[in-house]
């Protein structure tokens, strides 16, 4: 039943619709990016091969800056996400009366409109009158109103806060899952034999979440990297370009100077490196899943 | 499955209560202080994913001119609720943003459910030639982000005429949702006991009837979950497609028109707050009413590695 000719022509004629419709909306334009990328596509109607000018341009440009920036700030991002992900699930994860209603607390970040949540941000990084600088100047660690996006290195840091904060609860949901699916007897046999918690913890809990921590980061690291939402509404790329990632980039220059040719050549170097990442994550899960025994 | 969605037993009496503080194992047992560790790491930890909402609706609550004042005092004593009726003064189109948000979400799950639910389908039932690949090729759209594709699908919008109208939204929306729920579906449609369709087939049923008959109302809670993802989804996500392929204000989604509070001078904070909190509350009454659903939909894959 399930191999027949009839069945295959079955189950292709359920898969067209949705084959069709990625095709036009995501792989097409995948295509057209590329070839776009060695054109000077502009405004104007017409336009031309340049060949690989569009990518010398870009190293010739500030363009290594932003791709060593871009780097900076996933790998924080991602980073602190993971840290705090772990923390959370563990926290959430404990026997303790009112875990389900603080479990549901954590989702709110990830279920309102990005937007929304980012102008909230927005409120609390005002110098003058936001939450933060205010309260820190109550406690005595500021003395006068510090305006966090107004300079390169805090607005690097607040873009980066506010994505964690996006991020964090998916993450932490995703492990508890993973946490709650390890074997309780594992727990038991250990205790049983005088293990304490966090011993418990570092041979147990932290060895058998890592194949999920692992695919968590992978998604986690592709998202951060295509984070646009949140730089935009908070610094649009500034102060003087220090939170202007490369989609960022790609944006000003598609969007922003009409340059599309330039902006499809960096929109390439985007998907070139989200490739890479997946490569590497796969070798990592490969060499996770053979290295299980020991 | 997942223990994230237990409760207590609703009609769990005083007896049972007893019981279960009796039964609590020893190994789930706390110290003293290991239980306050634990409450305060919470307590940390939701204060970081609550602070930006608390400040929000303090902000909601204040007087423009109070708000731009220094120092900085927590607890307001001139509360009021005026911003939740001046916005809508203030923004007249406030209330066809928030429409245009369900709308525009709304419209792209029922597309996405419609193209998901037969190929989810055809890759849970069927064997065929070029699957893994085919599979594989989906979830790679995951990879690319609406921002790389923007300058080639402006243009193929802008072909299609579609620039400033909802499909410009609707459209692009759609392609980035499909992936995750032909892959939430099809495990969900995995779990159902094949025994079911080949009963049905050694009946006489054909392919369509076993799968509009046989397959469909089983899998019904997973395409509820599907659906709701997609909805949330699509509610979360409508930034940057409406910032780049739509300029007209009344089509605007909630996201993109609350730049309306950002005036020449300054930003409105009261009222864009309390905008915010209007256009989040129709997904909030969605998602606790079906939280449990949703987060048991969504962590499937963390269990099943």
């Not at chain 1, 800056?65 to 959370?88: D, N, Q, Y």
């Not at chain 1, 509404?233 to 969007?255: E, F, H, R, V």
């Not at chain 2, 245009?100 to 890759?123: D, G, K, M, R, W």
């Not at chain 2, 395409?223 to 409406?242: D, E, H, K, R």
Request: glycine share 8%; net charge positive; hydrophobic share 55%.
């Amino acid at each position: 039943m399930i191999n027949s000719r009839s069945a295959i022509t079955f189950a292709l004629i359920f898969l067209i619709p949705a084959t069709l419709y990625t095709l036009v909306i995501v792989a097409y334009p995948l295509v057209d990016t590329v070839n776009l990328s060695f054109t000077n596509a502009g405004l104007p109607k017409s336009y031309h091969w340049v060949g690989w000018d569009n990518y010398a341009k870009i190293f010739n440009s500030s363009f290594a800056m932003v791709i060593g920036r871009t780097f900076l700030w996933t790998f924080c991002s991602v980073g602190l996400k993971m840290i705090i992900g772990t923390a959370g699930a563990v926290l959430l994860n404990a026997a303790v009366p009112g875990r389900t209603l603080f479990r549901v607390l954590t989702l709110p970040p990830w279920i309102i409109p990005m937007a929304i949540g980012i102008f909230m941000w927005g409120w609390l990084y005002n110098g003058q009158f936001g939450m933060i600088s205010g309260v820190l100047q109550n406690v005595g660690v500021l003395h006068t109103p510090f305006a966090w996006l107004a300079y390169g290195w805090s607005a690097f840091w607040a873009t980066i806060l506010t994505d964690v904060w996006i991020g964090v609860p998916v993450v932490t949901i995703y492990l508890l899952a993973a946490i709650q699916a390890i074997p309780k007897d594992l727990y038991e046999a250990a205790w049983a034999d005088g293990a304490g918690r966090w011993y418990r913890f570092r041979r147990i809990t932290l060895p058998l979440m890592r194949p999920a921590a692992l695919t968590m980061s992978m998604l986690s690291l592709i998202a951060t990297f295509n984070s646009f939402d949140i730089i935009w509404i908070l610094t649009q790329g500034g102060p003087n370009s220090q939170t202007t990632t490369m989609i960022i980039d790609t944006y000003k220059t598609a969007i922003g100077s009409y340059k599309y040719g330039e902006g499809a050549a960096r929109a390439v170097l985007i998907c070139i490196f989200l490739s890479l990442f997946c490569l590497f994550y796969f070798r990592a899960v490969n060499r996770l899943s053979k290295g299980d025994s020991r | 499955m997942t223990e994230i969605t237990d409760r207590l037993q609703p009609a769990a009496p005083l007896v049972a209560a007893k019981r279960v503080a009796a039964e609590v194992p020893m190994i789930d047992r706390y110290k003293w202080f290991e239980k306050v560790g634990i409450y305060v790491g919470i307590a940390v930890f939701l204060f970081f994913v609550l602070a930006p909402f608390i400040e929000g609706f303090r902000v909601s609550l204040r007087p423009l001119d109070h708000l731009f004042s220094s120092p900085y005092v927590f607890w307001p004593d001139d509360a009021s609720i005026n911003a939740y009726f001046q916005m809508w003064q203030d923004v007249p189109l406030l209330g066809r943003y928030i429409f245009n948000s369900l709308f525009i979400s709304l419209v792209i799950t029922i597309v996405v459910l419609l193209l998901v639910v037969p190929a989810a389908y055809a890759f849970a039932r069927f064997e065929f030639p070029g699957q893994g690949v085919l599979l594989g090729a989906f979830l790679a759209v995951n990879m690319v982000s609406g921002a790389v594709l923007l300058i080639p699908l402006y243009r193929l919008m802008r072909t299609l005429g579609l620039l400033n109208t909802y499909y410009s939204m609707i459209v692009p929306g759609v392609a980035f949702l499909i992936p995750t729920g032909i892959w939430l579906l099809r495990a969900y449609m995995m779990g159902i006991p094949r025994e079911l369709d080949e009963a049905a087939w050694a009946d006489g049923a054909s392919r369509f009837y076993i799968f509009r008959r046989v397959i469909l109302p089983l899998a019904m809670p997973g395409v509820m979950v599907v659906g709701l993802a997609t909805f949330i989804g699509a509610y979360a996500t409508q930034f940057i497609f409406a910032l780049t392929f739509n300029s007209k204000s009344e089509l605007m989604p909630l996201a993109v028109g609350l730049y309306s509070f950002f005036g020449k001078e300054r930003v409105v904070w009261n009222e864009l707050m309390a905008a915010s909190f209007a256009g989040v509350l129709p997904v909030m009454i969605v998602f606790f009413f079906l939280q449990r659903y949703l987060v048991a939909g969504m962590t499937a894959g963390a269990i099943k590695q």
